[in-house]
């Protein structure tokens, strides 16, 4: 017995340098809070407009659906997906007491210029941080959202006193168990470079949102964290965009809508070559 205890032993001390060493050439293990395959984003719903990173004049979202949720001052469309989580939050409110109304969703790069301009004459080229620059607008990606209750959707002008309202305490709350993120946050206006604004939701996803609301993290910020991260994976021996596709497990994930929960006919897979 001893003997053999003594021969297992040199084995084991063959053997385990000789794993190390696999492991250590291995791809490194995914760490990261969020999946992979959230942050691969096929669907574009992490987009970021800003000052920085402008949208083109002809970036449009193909899947803008019109808003059938509460709201008011005439017709608007959100992306599907937005459009789905905020039917669901507006019911979820509706059972806690509050009724939301859209003030304000998708906005195209023509439109958002036409606001700017007006806003630039009305503060005589002053740029006062309440219009975005055109391609710098949330409003262009389909994913930006201003909510209000009845009484704020009656006045003129908008400000951070609408935080006060039960309202917008509810959607600061809950907004992220659909999906939202409170785009603007007042401690972040250094670095998004726009006011507070507590009615300005912005759809991002479920575990984004969960993960940017417990990490106090603006959009701005947590694209650079979750980039750097994908970065060092990388530099490290990953291949995050292989990974991502096989986890998809298609080869080419781009047709996949890894997001949609509407039902078999809105899953439309691309394989090239195929008719
Ligand atoms: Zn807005």
């Known amino acids: 017995m001893r003997k ?6 040199l084995i084991l001390t063959f053997i385990m340098p000789c794993s190390v060493l696999a492991v250590s050439t291995d791809i490194p293990d995914w760490d990261y809070p969020v ?17 920085q990173n402008l949208l083109d004049s002809s970036y449009s979202p193909t899947d803008l659906v019109k808003v059938t949720a509460k709201h008011v001052n005439g017709d608007f469309e959100l992306r599907r997906a937005c459009h789905e989580a905020l039917s669901a939050m507006f019911n979820a409110a509706k059972e806690a007491g509050y009724t939301l109304y859209v003030k304000s969703a998708y906005r195209s790069y023509g439109t958002q ?3 700017y ?22 409003h262009q990606t389909g994913l930006g959202v201003d909510v209000l209750n009845y009484a704020w959707t009656q006045k003129d002008g908008m400000n951070a006193e609408f935080a006060k309202t039960a309202e917008a305490k509810w959607m600061a709350e809950h907004c992220h168990e659909f ?3 409170i785009r603007y946050l007042s401690d972040k206006q250094a670095i998004t470079g726009i006011n507070f604004e507590p009615w ?6 479920t575990e984004c949102a969960a993960y940017m609301k417990e990490n106090n993290l603006s959009l701005e910020e947590f694209t650079e964290e979750w980039q750097a991260y ?26 996949l809508d890894i997001y949609d929960n509407s039902g078999d006919e809105e899953m439309s897979f691309f394989f090239p070559g195929a008719n």
């Open 200 to 205: 300005h939701l912005r759809y991002v996803g």
């Open 4 to 9: 053999a205890a003594a021969v297992l032993f």
């Open 179 to 181: 999906g939202f993120v």
């Open 117 to 138: 301009e007006n806003r630039l004459d009305k503060n005589k080229g002053r740029d006062d941080g309440w219009v975005s620059y055109p391609g710098a607008s949330d």
């Open 113 to 115: 210029s036409t606001m």
């Open 230 to 255: 994908v970065a060092s994976y990388n530099a490290n021996g990953g291949d995050f965009e292989a990974y991502c596709k096989s986890a998809l497990s298609l080869p080419d994930p781009m047709g």
């Open 35 to 51: 999946p992979a395959v959230i942050l691969y984003d096929p669907s574009d719903y992490l987009v970021l407009a800003n000052r």
